[in-house]
């Protein structure tokens, strides 16, 4: 893995003095503003793009009817919510309509104040002809940073390139329970794989000159029962040594510019409301100079849904109150009621003005207050003139869907499909026929998550195109097995109780050389999916009665490679043990269904590992590899939550050696400041090139505070032919056994360590001890994040 800490380029005498000069305009700006003013850039307007090159429109969502852009224009307009992501629009049209509503933002309010637009990026840019990517839960899959980090500056080019400045990914939150409908959303159970994976997108992304979002700041992933936007109960242990570590990654390393609050509460304080975290905590410590966005409509649910106010000016003094600079995704709490809240005093105007500082200078690094700013998108700057009077002629002439960057969804879909298990039936030998069974077979969006564009927006208007092209799985082995027959049978509906099709399905499949059963989620929303926002699951079985069809293809005696495009992760039975193969997807985008069929064919060698645990029960959640002692099999309870596939498992066709450990280094104690290294050899022993990911996981038997049983501390992605062996070095600083002891302070403790060198959570190749010694030391902020590696060949 390569680390890349963002490290600003010195500043020029003409970046310092362009710095000063848009400083100096924020501060005018906030001196010369009417209190109507100030709220004016601390808010969205949700506004769709027009289909033919005209003015956005409000979007008319569930919650209230939005106020028009006439009633706003007068005192400016802060964000405009979702250009892109709200209609389907064609992308130079979309610019041009975003291009004219910034025109009329600007010329309406009296310091010519453009609005910042924002949109959806989290597997892709979520518009209409847009490049869709695995959804992240592949990114961890991968365990590679580097090629996340190349395609968030893919998301962020196409972004930037029709006039979008802020993108709301990535989401940080950490799994807990894998029955929650965003797991589909997260990088994994990990902290320090959701991390670096995340780190390296937002460095992306921001490298394209569009602001990345860190959600949900904090905790919304250990909502109660998995369920979606409920009370979160975890401890303040947990929440420091798990679910904040990602976010204070990001913010240290990536150069981040806006966090979003979760809608959560954790023990009854509501984070759009937790001054100690959006301010004590992300400001005061982490340093964090950006702003930070409203969760949508999170700022009315402080009254609505978690009752910590009494009305909509209470609300808003809240949120402000607490650190939360812009509403959105439209005003609501922001616009009157907060006028009202601060001249009946319940406010300080100077809560407003710190917002506003926020909100200025980053539209003020943005280029937005220059005076030579420009509402033109650089996809519209090479196009004639005249053709921005003729919309029709615009239409088909700017590609957000380009093959440099379906090239990078194709890289990340091969690295991150994951292969569970094999009895060596694949890679499949040309095979005469393929029984391919299941309600993934012929599924064009069965790819692709509930925030892609073609799911979120394109499932809402029936009869448009998806805009990009999504082979079917059916499609892709075709093409994969030029001479074989597939014969098709659906078999079951995703998650419909009907068992009419299993008659068919068994039939197809006893005359068949091997089956590849079809199976996994439909992404959706609240409810409209099996997986997604709202889409929560009771237990973890495969949806519908498709865990009936796969005993039922079992039965059959026909070998059965199950093949999984899902959004989480599920039990699955009687196949764990019984299936001839185990090929696991998590939504891995357009690209993804070539990635499968190059898979099972032998095309590629899969060199994915899981960023979740596959559970052996479906009922024994939560529970994750980041556990302490009691939370494993036990002889004092009857349930055995020990996963079928832990995390980090992941087979290839082809097998690593590990040898020749090296901890001479090792042999005298460590200070509690001091270093660990160590060197081990990976030799590939199989006949065919792959990709070992050496995990390094620490083992702490005694602290003051219980541990988990292991948690990762480092891991790197080894690519090795036939025969070639790499030299490992890995140097662990004594930082990384820190956690946070019992008077709530981050401490490194004297005594014994282990480090894991390991294949996955589970397969442990090789074991290294190590003392430390001294004093128990403090550590904040400031201590060292990261294990270092140096693989030489």
Known sequence: MTVTVNTETPATPEDRATTRLRSARVEELISAMTLEEKLGQLYGLWAGASADGAEVAPHQHDMDKPPTLDELLPHGLGQLTRPFGTVPVDPALGALSLMRTQQRIAAGNRFAI?????????????????????????????????LVREVGGAIGRDMRSVGVHQGL???????????WGRVEETIGEDPYLVGTTATAYIQGIESAGVVATLKHFVGYSASRGGRNLAPVSMGTRERADVMLPPFEMAVRESGVRSVMHAYTDTDGVPCAADEELLTGLLRDTWGFEGTVVADYFGVAFLKTLHGVAGDWGGAAAAALTA????????????????????????????????????????????????????PLPPALA?????ALDDPATLRGTVSLDLAAHRDISRRLAERSVILLSNDGVLPLDRPARIALIGPQARTPTAVLGCYSFPVHVGSQHPGTPDGVELPTLREALAKEFPGTEIVTALGAGIDTPDTDG??????????ADVVIAALGDRAGLFGRGTSGEGCDAESLDLPGVQGELLDALLDTGTPVVVTLLAGRPYALGRATGEAAAIVQAF???QEGTPAVAGVLSGRINPSGRLPVSVPRLPGAQPSTYLAASLARVSEVSNIDPTPAFGFGHGLAYTSFAWSDLDERDLVDAIPTDGTA???????????????????????????SVVQPVQRLIGYVRVPLEPGERARIEVTVPADLASFTGRDGRRVVEPGELELRLSASSTDTRLTARAVLTGPARCVDHTRELHAGFSVTR
């Open 677 to 703: 290294r160590l060197s081990f050899t990976v030799r590939n022993t199989g006949g065919r090139s792959g990709a070992e990911v050496v995990q390094v996981y620490l083992h702490d038997p005694v602290a």
């Open 323 to 374: 650190g939360v600079d812009v509403e959105l995704p439209t005003v609501k709490t922001f616009g009157e009621p907060l006028r009202d809240a601060v001249a009946a005093g319940q406010l300080s105007e100077k809560v407003i003005d710190r917002a506003l500082r926020r909100v200025l200078t980053q539209k003020a690094q943005l280029g937005l207050l220059d005076p030579d700013w420009s």
């Open 502 to 511: 299993f008659a068919e399905a068994v039939r197809v499949a006893r005359d």
């Open 169 to 179: 990914a990535p989401v940080l939150d950490v799994v807990r329970d894998a029955r």
């Open 587 to 589: 939504f891995p985008g």
């Open 382 to 386: 090479d196009i004639d003139p005249a």
């Open 114 to 146: 453009p609005a910042l637009a924002h949109d959806e990026c989290l597997a892709g840019f979520a518009a209409w002809g847009a490049t869709t990517y695995p959804v992240p839960l592949s990114w961890g899959a991968a365990f590679d940073p580097d």
